[in-house]
């Protein structure tokens, strides 16, 4: 449903109150048709500007003006203008001043003829909604819904039909709607369908449900419980549209769609149909959250066992780890051990090396020492040999005293020989 375009109102003298507590007034539609019928063009690459035409026809209604005034159509032979204005008392006197006069463009030897008259609001009659229930086979008039006491409106705006001092002040409200419309008799019952969240879903229909800030009309339905009420309303809204008065004095209006329901729409097996079908999607719903429940619980339990083995993953890693490290020391440790008795060992050999090299170097030393010695003895044997055999050939030759002497070296040298064993 498109948004219904509201229009400021600076004369409300018309004005008629619907409900003085929400400040709705209902105000006369003033309309006009205006067609201007257009010549032939003989020049070729000559045109009429639909702008230019249009001021003419401000300025011929001057001083008066026009609310809105818009091309509705344009061809070729006219243009077709809907024109507002704020009161209806002005149309006379607008259509007194544009019905069959003419408008003559500069450039142009044809004059343009203008034809005006009131817009007829398209809008149902008494005889529309009493043939249409008697002659409709599946209609029983002895039942609500069922015969001409509801009607349907369209576009109205939803902050006019919003609680006082509501937190949400775009939502309409069903107590507002039935105050306000109580005004032509007592009201049954009142539909507002964007307020049923399920109502889509149910007759697979695009109502516009409601979503906060999401829409500014919404359409509704009113039912009556006498048939007077019903036809009280539909001949007070006939022509009309729906103004909003401020505090302030300020004013604003917007057309609305009346139309009497021919849905049944508020029937007592429309109604029981739609709670039956209201409380099969609310156990679809509730089973739909359940599943979502059970799904989450689910959810929330699988990352709850990839956290824990996670968890587990990683303290297996940092018991690889551990053990990994205590392993590598314990190398260490071995291998610092292998090498300390390794160097121990190399020490101990090397200091047994040295002993034993030392015991050799010694053991050599008193082999030379002890062949020295016998090399003396023998030179000192051979010596006191030659002594003696010298002392033989010569007794006296050789002092006593020499022979002492080498006799006594040889015995000390002969003591200081090894034991060879």
């Not at 219904?4 to 105000?27: F, G, Q």
């Not at 009346?258 to 509730?286: G, N, P, W, Y």
Request: aromatic residues 6%; hydrophobic residues 35%.
């Amino acid at each position: 449903m498109a948004a219904t375009m509201t229009t400021i109102v600076h004369d409300t003298t018309e004005a008629v109150c619907l409900s003085s507590e929400y400040n709705l007034y209902l105000k006369p539609i003033a309309k006009i048709t205006i067609s201007v019928a257009l010549p032939q063009l003989k020049l070729p690459g000559k045109s009429i500007s639909n702008w230019e035409v249009m001021e003419r026809v401000k300025a011929m209604v001057a001083p008066e003006q026009f609310s809105a005034l818009r091309i509705s159509k344009s061809t070729m032979d006219f243009i077709r203008f809907e024109g507002e204005v704020e009161n209806k008392t002005v149309v006379k006197s607008l259509l007194s001043r544009l019905d069959v006069k003419c408008i003559k463009l500069s450039g142009f030897t044809d004059v343009l003829k203008v034809r005006a008259v009131e817009n007829k609001v398209d809008f149902p009659t008494r005889h529309d909604w009493d043939s249409f229930f008697r002659d409709a086979k599946d209609m029983n008039e002895t039942l609500p819904g069922e015969r001409p006491d509801t009607i349907h409106l369209e576009g109205l705006p939803c902050r006019w039909f919003s609680q006082k001092d509501s937190p949400y002040p775009d939502r309409p409200s069903e107590e507002v709607l039935t105050a306000v419309f109580q005004a032509f008799g007592k009201v049954r019952h009142v539909d507002i369908p964007m307020l049923d969240p399920y109502r889509e879903e149910m007759l697979d229909k695009n109502f516009n449900t409601f979503s906060f800030g999401g829409h500014l009309n919404f359409e509704a339905y009113v039912q009556y419980q006498e048939y007077g009420g019903f036809t009280k309303a539909m001949d007070t809204l006939r022509s009309m549209k729906l103004m909003l008065k401020g505090d302030d004095g300020k004013a604003v209006a917007c057309n609305i769609k009346v139309s009497f329901d021919t849905s049944k729409h508020l029937s007592e097996l429309a109604l029981k149909r739609r709670s039956m079908e209201r409380l099969k999607l609310q156990e679809l719903e509730r089973q739909r959250e359940e599943q979502k429940r059970r799904e989450k619980e689910e959810e929330e339990r699988r990352k709850e066992e990839e956290r824990y083995d996670g968890r587990q993953k990683r303290n297996r890693k940092l018991e690889r780890r551990k053990e990994e490290r205590l392993r590598k020391r314990e190398q260490k440790l071995r291998e610092r051990e292998e090498r300390r008795n390794l160097k121990k060992v190399r020490r101990q050999q090397e200091e047994e090396q040295k002993k034993l090299q030392m015991k050799i170097a010694m053991e050599e030393r008193r082999l030379l020492l002890a062949q020295r010695n016998l090399e003396s003895i023998r030179l000192i044997a051979e010596l006191l040999a030659r002594a003696k055999v010298r002392h033989d050939h010569a007794v006296g030759c050789c002092p006593p005293l020499l022979l002492k002497c080498l006799t006594n070296l040889s015995l000390s040298l002969s003591l200081t020989l090894p034991f060879t064993g």
